[in-house]
């Protein structure tokens, strides 16, 4: 018979309450935040009627995220408009470069509103010099090497941009894959049970884990341990505790990656994934 967890309450009450928090003070940091612990005590599950609240507080930040963008996507287009008219930006610039500052803000958009505001930069620069005669030694030569620069340093910016974008979406990718996962793994501890990818892929309905390269893993995994403190037990114990030699080889790169200390020997890391993995059952045993 498991004993009621008498935090689970306090823990998706506080979760709400952080969530319209953010809502009231309109941080589109908080609310992802607040949105991250909402779905990570929906995967880990705390009875029906907590669940029927995290649901509804889940909706509530989603509507908000979708307003959210609709508002950004409509003063970036403004603001474009406005460019392409060649008229002054007005409030548009700076109400522009306050919403594409959001973490989930897409890399093109970004991208064009710091474009623009360069441009207003430099024109603005330009019209405070005063303006001088073309030079008469300008030549044709001239005109086109600048020309060519110009389209050179076009492209580069293009190629970048869409190097951003695709950074952006991947890293959007592991960061909503490792909800599950961390949900996964809190509740197997305190199951006191080991996983592995296969078994989170299946018990959480996630099948994008099951192709997963060991790279992608490691993402994953790194997004997960975000919140571990330094001196608590990674999570990721309970993948290489129960797994085979990729699973602990896993293990060490995240050590490595999050700057922890790992033996070198197998022995050495099997006991200590050992002391660990208990750690884990007994502080959070239901």
Not at 42 to 67: K, N, P, T
Not at 219 to 230: G, H, I, S
């Amino acid at each position: 018979m498991k004993v009621p967890h008498t935090r689970q309450p306090d823990a998706v009450r506080h979760a709400v309450q952080q969530l319209d928090k953010a809502f009231h003070d309109k941080d589109p940091e908080q609310v992802s935040e607040a949105m991250l612990a909402v779905e990570q005590l929906l995967a880990e599950g705390h009875g029906e009627d907590a669940d029927r609240v995290l649901r509804d507080a889940h909706l509530r930040g989603q509507h908000w995220r979708e307003q959210r963008n609709k508002r950004r996507t409509a003063a970036v287009a403004q603001l474009r408009s406005r460019h392409a008219a060649n008229l002054p930006p007005g409030t548009s610039l700076n109400d522009a470069l306050r919403l594409v500052s959001d973490v989930d803000a897409p890399a093109h958009e970004k991208a064009a509103v710091q474009e623009i505001q360069r441009q207003l930069t430099e024109r603005a620069r330009q019209d405070a010099v005063p303006h001088q005669a073309p030079h008469p030694r300008t030549s044709l030569d001239e005109a086109i090497a600048a020309a060519r620069e110009r389209l050179q340093e076009e492209e580069q910016r293009r190629a970048r941009e869409q190097k951003e974008q695709t950074l952006h979406s991947r890293t959007d990718e592991f960061a909503n894959l490792a909800r599950p996962v961390l949900g996964a793994l809190k509740k197997a501890a305190g199951e006191g049970e080991t996983r592995t990818w296969a078994d989170i892929a299946r018990r959480t309905g996630t099948p994008q884990l099951k192709r997963l390269n060991e790279r992608d893993k490691l993402e994953v995994l790194a997004f997960v341990e975000r919140a571990t403190p330094p001196d608590a037990p990674c999570w990721s114990v309970l993948l290489a505790a129960g797994g085979n030699t990729a699973a602990r080889r896993l293990h060490r790169d995240l050590a490595h990656r999050l700057g922890r200390p790992v033996p070198d020997d197998d022995a050495g890391l099997t006991a200590r994934l050992e002391t660990e993995l208990n750690e884990l059952f007994r502080h959070n045993r239901r």
